[in-house]
């Protein structure tokens, strides 16, 4: 025995208790920006750089033209840790005599999505006043990430678009399709139009493998417009390309932002429904089949015995709940339901068990909780030779949330013993208890 004296009334067994400290809530007080006609322009430092502009005149106005933000958006509470980090970059590493280290705080100021009337005043100062062209480039891409959309700043976008190498135009693409609320740009601006022609020059690239024309035609669908172009650049890599991600992101375009309801369309929703890996992807596949509704994923007898059997074999044949559960829904939506339900409850007398487990994990997709059902069911557990009926069987009573007293006290004499039954048995009455308290 160690005597451990007053180490108890001393320490209360506390190995170590951080200081506290109160936060002082930052008030800042927004200085504008002067501009006047007389501003410099920003020549670029290399003319045969890939961020050159198409001359030093139009980047002087553009800059020039560069108003006071009025930003319409939450700001960011001037208080915690995430704003200490923000503060510290467009107070201090923005202002740094490193080249790099304002490069750094410039991109991460767009990364760290703060909104701020403080921080778009900076980025602008820094655009206006830095020398370095990267840094200059870094506060440009995050103003447009924060959803500073001002005539100006697409102009500048534009011109990096035109002239820049394929590595700056991906990285303004990327940069334009994350953009906060990019949705809602005003489309009445000058230098709207021209995006959009260049966007549209860019997806004409044929190429399944160039990055640049599939990010200019995700932007198309990004700033809600329809563009031919960016149709064709869509549909060419949804037949040809091998990109998991970049296939789903190209089918929620094609389908929410441009309503194509193709049959050709709806085939290539089933196969992202049925064979994707991702298990996100199968489930938005599912709501993409919602959607397009009955009127177009089932347009003719043909079309709808295929999308039927598709989500009808969903109901059992995923090992995602939530994907089962969505093909569920989804029967629903397109008014199959019933011929779903009606499908499931004739095959639980099929002579297959094979059949008969599958069924029955239906019956607890589709949430059938009907007395005859229930009664079969009941039937099933008792006198059913295969086991792996029986305990699909046990498993759709959890699913279904069944309490009625005669069912739990079945499935209490199931769980006795060390069977598999009894530990399936064992989980189900452990749901079904929690959801009665």
């Known amino acids: 025995m160690v005597n451990q004296g007053r180490l108890y009334n001393d320490t209360k067994l506390i190995i170590y208790k951080a200081p506290t400290r109160k936060r002082q809530e930052f008030k800042a007080e927004p200085k504008p920006i002067q501009v006047t006609q007389s501003t410099p ?4 430092t290399n003319p045969t750089s890939s961020l050159s502009l198409r001359g030093a005149s139009k980047m002087a106005y553009a800059l020039g033209a560069i108003k006071t933000a009025k930003s ?3 700001h960011l509470r001037h208080i915690g840790l995430k704003w200490d980090r923000v503060q510290y970059l467009f ?3 923005l202002k740094s005599k490193y080249t790099e280290e304002r490069q750094d705080a410039a991109k991460q100021l767009g990364v760290l999505n703060c909104a701020d009337e403080d921080v778009f005043q900076a980025l602008k100062t820094a655009i206006i006043e830095d020398s370095d062209e990267r840094v200059q480039y870094e506060a440009a891409k995050a103003l447009i990430r924060l959803g500073c959309l001002e005539d100006e700043l697409i102009q500048i976008m534009v011109d990096y678009l035109i002239v820049g190498n394929d590595e700056v135009r991906l990285d303004m693409l990327k940069t334009l399709c994350s953009t906060k609320d990019i949705a809602f740009i005003n489309k009445q601006m000058p230098s709207f139009d021209e995006l959009v022609q260049v966007l549209a020059h860019l997806c004409n690239k044929r190429d399944v ?3 640049v024309s599939f ?4 932007a198309f669908g990004k700033i809600c417009m329809k563009n031919s172009s960016a149709v064709d650049k869509m549909l060419h890599y949804l037949n040809n390309g091998d990109d998991t991600y970049k296939k789903a992101e190209a089918l929620r375009i094609l389908v929410k932002q441009f309503n194509e309801s193709s049959w050709n369309l709806v085939e290539v929703v089933l196969k992202q429904f049925t064979s994707s890996p991702v298990w996100e992807h199968r489930k938005e596949a599912a709501q993409l089949l919602q959607h397009l509704g009955r009127k177009n994923a089932c347009n003719t ?3 709808e015995d295929i999308v039927y059997t598709t989500l009808e074999r969903r109901l059992w044949d995923d090992s995602v709940e939530v994907v089962r559960l969505e093909a569920a829904h989804t029967l629903g939506v397109l ?3 019933s011929r779903a339900a009606e499908s499931v409850v004739k095959r639980l007398s099929h002579l297959d068990p094979t059949i008969r487990a599958h069924a029955v994990t239906s019956l607890g997709t589709l949430g059938i909780r009907q007395t005859k059902v229930l009664r079969v069911l009941t039937e ?3 006198l059913d030779p295969s086991d792996n009926v029986r305990r699909e069987v046990i498993r759709a009573f959890g699913a279904l949330q069944v309490t009625d007293k005669k069912i739990i006290r079945l499935l209490k004499e199931k769980e006795r013993g060390d069977s598999i039954l009894a530990t399936e048995a064992r989980l189900v009455l452990k749901t079904l208890e929690s959801l009665s308290t």
Do not use: C, R, W
């Not at 990010?215 to 995700?218: D, G, L, N, S």
């Open 41 to 44: 322009a920003l020549a670029p």
């Open 72 to 74: 319409e958006k939450s």
């Open 91 to 93: 107070q201090t590493s």
């Open 209 to 211: 493998d160039d990055q």
């Open 215 to 218: 990010h200019a035609a995700i």
């Open 301 to 303: 007898l043909e079309g």
């Open 335 to 337: 008014d199959l339901y």
């Open 380 to 382: 099933m557990l008792e």
